[in-house]
């Protein structure tokens, strides 16, 4: 692994965390129906905090080997995705478009994890707790939009 390559992957990742900071939940996210099973809000920082760090590393493994073309897209278009969904979720308030989003977000997903695992199992392996992350995030948001179809 190529740490000036890690160090790309992570300023990508820095840069959708940027958009936690910019658009933060707030008093209208509190406001909100949640279900039970919301995760706490101190969860959040902790586990985006370790996902970009898996995200930054598991990247960086694909990026130099040859055949990466659509384990690096999709890495690409997962964190496209996940730098708008805060914005349009946390900023524009629009719980549906968000659905939208975390969607296209969930399959480029499990597109990255899988290019990714073929072509290094370390890479995909520590990417696996993700898309359970991933998943809990799409559920969370499908479970807030019916709460509060407002």
């Known amino acids: 692994m190529d740490i000036w390559v890690f160090f ?26 949640k279900p039970n099973w919301t995760p706490p809000d101190w969860a959040f ?9 898996a995200l930054a590393f598991a990247g960086s493994r694909v990026a130099t080997l040859p055949d990466n073309k659509f384990a690096v897209s999709f890495w690409a278009l997962h964190i496209a995705l996940n730098t708008l969904w805060t914005p349009v979720f946390f900023g524009a308030r629009n719980l549906k478009a968000g659905m939208v989003i975390i969607t296209l977000m969930w399959i480029a997903t499990v597109g990255m994890i899988f290019h990714c695992f073929v072509l290094d199992q370390i890479a995909g392996i520590v990417l696996l707790p993700y898309i359970g992350w991933v998943t809990i995030a799409g559920v969370l948001n499908f479970s807030l939009m019916q ?4």
């Open 147 to 150: 709460r509060n179809p407002q």
């Open 8 to 33: 790309i992957f992570f300023a990508a990742c820095c840069a959708a965390a940027a958009s936690g900071a910019l658009f933060p939940t707030g008093d209208w996210y509190k406001s909100l129906d």
């Open 45 to 53: 920082p902790i586990a985006w905090t370790i996902f970009y760090f």
